[in-house]
Every structure is written in C-alpha cells, then in structure tokens.
Nanobody, 123 residues
C-alpha cells in the first residue's frame, strides 16, 4: 500500500533554511500530484507547494514564492521542499500529500494519501 514519510523538520531562527523530504512507497502510478501542506495552531491546513510528477510542473502559494522550492528525484521516489529565508509565520506542522490525479489546486480533500507530518518551528 501507499505510504508517505516526511522528515527534515526542526527548530530554526528566522532567515535560516530547512530542507524537507517526502519519501513515497507503494505507488503504481506513472503520474501523480505531490503537495506540501502546513497547519499552524488554530489555523486551517494551507497548501504551500505542489508538483505534478510526470510533467514536472510546480505551483506555489503566494506567501512562499521566491523562498520555497519543490523538486523531485524520481529514481528515489522522493520529493523535496527547500525552504529558505524562513519566517516565524512559516511555523507549523508540514504534511506531504499525494494523489494519482492532476494538480489543479491546493485542496486538501483532493489528496488521497498523507504522511504523518514533520514540525517546523521558526523563531
């Protein structure tokens, strides 16, 4: 069955960087969408970046454009989220999500598979 495992979170100061990793296993699809969502205490789940594995097309929330980069390593079934110039408002639990469909929007309900999350804290 499909599993997603996130790693790379931690506690950093504003202006520093983190690189999150999402390792997928059990996929039988040649093309699928992978997204990073985050959720801060008392807030809803927010999409921050997504990539369509098949075309390589990427999409970003306005709040992270120019600072975050999503990329893929197909050979390792791995998706990365490079986060630079981190701000306190980037704090939250970050989740990797995937779905065997397109990448039309940041809608959490459209993603079938989810990881357990990795905490990012920026002070």
């Amino acid at each position: 069955h499909v599993q997603l495992v996130e790693s790379g979170g931690g506690s950093v100061q504003a202006g520093e960087s983190l690189r999150l990793t999402c390792v997928a296993s059990g996929f039988t699809y040649s093309a699928y969408c992978v997204a990073w969502f985050r959720q801060a205490p008392g807030k809803g789940r927010e999409g921050v970046a997504r990539i369509y594995v098949g075309s390589g097309s990427t999409y970003y929330a306005d709040s992270v454009k120019g600072r975050f980069t999503i990329s893929q390593d197909n050979a390792k079934n791995t998706i990365y989220l490079q986060m630079n110039s981190l701000k306190p408002e980037d704090t939250g639990m970050y989740y990797c999500a995937a779905d065997p469909g397109g990448c039309p929007a940041f809608v959490s309900s459209a993603f079938r598979y989810w990881g357990q999350g990795t905490q990012v804290t920026v002070s």
